[in-house]
């Protein structure tokens, strides 16, 4: 059973920062590409960031870019979001995720038909 699970959120000041881990299981995803997404209360599912397996490259929305930073170990099948200089607006519940797709395309297909999904973890940044 393929599984992609979660952690590290919590609550943080505005400033601060908070390393997000997602551990994928039941398959190997080196060929798959890995990102995140983020929801916050009332609005919709956004893309955050994703990390190509095939050659490592990475996009971010304009919103978070030169503050988070996405990385993955494909030995371990795992991606993180080390995310700095956190924001009120940061808050939300943050899914990741994993598609065959190539990375680039998550920059404007949004949430539609990816392969895997976690529950998420949620992320609160206090004022």
């Known amino acids: 059973q393929v599984q992609l699970v979660e952690s590290g959120g919590g609550l943080v000041q505005a400033g601060g920062s908070l390393r997000l881990s997602c551990a994928a299981s039941?398959?190997?995803?080196?060929?798959?590409?890995m990102g995140w997404f983020r929801q916050a209360p009332g609005k919709e599912r956004d893309f955050v960031a994703v990390?190509?397996?095939?050659?490592?490259?990475?996009y971010y929305a304009d919103s978070v870019k030169g503050r988070f930073t996405i990385s993955r170990d494909n030995a371990k099948n795992t991606a993180y979001l080390q995310m700095n200089s956190l924001k009120p607006e940061d808050t939300a519940v943050y899914y990741c995720a994993a598609d065959a797709s190539r990375a680039r395309t998550w920059l404007t297909r949004g949430q539609a038909n990816m392969d895997y999904w976690g529950k998420g973890t949620l992320v609160t940044v206090s004022s």
């Open positions: 990390i190509s397996g095939s050659d490592g490259s990475t």
């Open positions: 039941g398959r190997t995803f080196i060929l798959y590409a």
